[in-house]
């Protein structure tokens, strides 16, 4: 399972890669992590207050790899097991916050409707 945040979004530019996987839940991370606006995709750190909205995703292995090439996991996002609100258990993708310095917070955590506020 994977919980996804960003461009991974159902209705955003990278969800076709979700093809055929199996839509489980909208869910959010416990309060432990701050969002941060990359400009056409977001990073989620570890480190913060904010809980970050989100979807759970059932994917096969094939997705994953596609998943992992597109976050550039290990080299740029890691993928980092996860304890979400509802206590459903997924993995994430996290970036380390010396990737993310200066870059704007979204301090609701929800990228869907950041996006609607900056356009």
Same mark, same amino acid.
């Given at each position: 399972?994977?919980?996804? @945040?960003?461009?991974?979004?159902?209705?955003?530019?990278?969800?076709?890669?979700?093809?055929?996987?199996?839509?489980? !839940?909208?869910?959010?991370?416990? $309060?432990?992590?701050?969002?941060?606006?990359?400009?056409?995709? $977001?990073?989620?750190?570890?480190?913060?207050?904010?809980?970050? !909205?989100?979807?759970?995703?059932?994917?096969?292995?094939?997705?994953?790899?596609?998943?992992? !090439?597109?976050?550039?996991?290990?080299?740029? @996002?890691?993928?980092?097991?996860?304890?979400?609100?509802?206590?459903?258990?997924?993995?994430? @993708?996290?970036?380390?916050?010396?990737?993310?310095?200066?870059?704007?917070?979204?301090?609701?955590?929800?990228?869907?409707?950041?996006? !609607?506020?900056?356009?």
């Amino acid at each position: 399972r994977v919980f996804v @945040y960003g461009s991974l979004l159902r209705g955003l530019h990278n969800h076709r890669l979700l093809e055929g996987a199996r839509f489980i !839940a909208l869910d959010r991370t416990r $309060p432990v992590f701050t969002l941060v606006d990359l400009s056409s995709f $977001p990073a989620m750190i570890l480190g913060g207050t904010t809980s970050v !909205a989100g979807e759970i995703w059932e994917v096969d292995a094939a997705t994953l790899e596609h998943l992992d !090439a597109l976050e550039g996991h290990p080299r740029w @996002y890691q993928r980092t097991p996860v304890v979400l609100a509802s206590r459903r258990r997924a993995e994430t @993708y996290l970036l380390p916050q010396d990737r993310v310095s200066g870059k704007q917070m979204v301090p609701t955590g929800d990228w869907r409707a950041w996006l !609607a506020r900056r356009r």
